[in-house]
């Protein structure tokens, strides 16, 4: 059978049309290699702080299931408004992982800008963790109603350390002064290991670090732990009792969750969500986790923004009424 001469352009066209799509779905496979280079994964507190910790524990692991290198890369600086800026800066292909805390949406609030639910791609929450109010062994207080007691009969003598001015700890210890009615002295350093040194030696007393750094106090008598900032009892800190039972309606929980800078492509956040949830998820992981103060919580980026909206209402108004304001 003779094809004519227009039904022959008409194959030829199509062919070349099956022959372009197929080498553009090749060529998009292989655009699609990820990770393509090493990774990294921005925590904004100092190097042993809780967020590091955990930070390591999760990149060594992604590291293996990943098959390319997943580096910590710590970005301290102005409570984590350094961090943001480089993650908010970074080109959005995926490369680049933020570990978010409370400490960052507390700054972040506080200075209006660089808002964690609007600002960047949520991959997930991946941990929780509680604080924990610790207190110099030189004070005669054994629990949180003898420490305010203690510090009410005090205005203005006692010294309370954090990681910077509107950081996690430092708000911590503002919510907690406030709905207790004290006055103490604020006294920011440039990370919490600095702060919790400090308070081992006497140079401060009191402070409000993450439940990882707990692992320091144990069997330490120049230190004693009051209580978990979680209204209710927690694994993380077996034998602690929640501050909200002498103070009532107090909690200030911490987590983990990781960001990506806006408009990474959605494949990609897909791609980091699972890899993120399978290393959360497994077994051991989960055991690591807990023996460093960090409980498991794995979610959806959509539940993670979800989450970051309400908390940002949430803590922006109890910022508010705890007189917490932005460092200048």
């Known amino acids: 059978m003779q094809v004519s001469t227009p039904v022959r352009r008409a194959l030829r066209r199509v062919h070349a049309g099956l022959v372009a799509a197929t080498l553009a779905a090749a060529g998009a ?117 003898e420490f305010i007691a203690y510090a009410k009969a005090r205005p203005g003598e006692l010294l309370f350390g954090s990681s910077g001015t509107g950081g996690s700890l430092h708000v911590c210890m503002e919510l907690f002064q406030a709905m207790a009615g004290l006055k103490m002295t604020h006294v920011p350093y440039k990370g919490a290991p600095a702060a919790i040194t400090d308070l081992m030696n006497g140079q401060i007393h009191a402070a409000c670090p993450a439940a990882p750094s707990m692992t320091i106090f144990a069997n330490n008598p120049k230190v004693r732990i009051l209580g978990v900032t979680t209204k209710a009892p927690t694994e993380l800190a077996p034998g602690l009792a929640p501050i909200a039972q002498a103070l009532p309606g107090y909690e200030m929980p911490g987590w983990y969750g990781v960001l990506l800078p806006k408009d990474t492509p959605k494949r990609r956040i897909a791609r980091i969500h699972q890899e993120f949830a399978r290393v959360v998820n497994a077994p051991d992981m989960r055991a690591k986790l807990l023996a460093a103060g960090a409980e498991p919580a794995m979610t959806t980026p959509e539940e993670f923004r979800a989450f970051l909206a309400r908390e940002s209402a949430r803590l922006g108004k109890l910022l508010a009424d705890a007189g917490v304001k932005a460092a200048p």
């Open 29 to 145: 496979q292989a655009a699609e290699t990820f990770p393509a280079r090493p990774t990294r994964l921005i925590s904004a507190p100092t190097a042993a702080s809780g967020s590091d910790v955990i930070g390591r524990i999760l990149s060594t692991r992604l590291s293996e299931n990943m098959g390319e290198q997943v580096v910590v890369d710590n970005r301290p600086g102005a409570a984590g408004l350094i961090g943001a800026g480089v993650v908010a800066n970074a080109t959005p292909d995926g490369h680049t992982f933020w570990l978010a805390t409370l400490t960052q949406l507390i700054s972040t609030t506080l200075h209006g800008r660089l808002q964690l639910a609007t600002e960047f791609e949520p991959v997930g929450l991946v941990a929780t963790t509680p604080f924990v109010i610790v207190v110099s062994g030189t004070l005669p207080v054994k629990t949180t109603e």
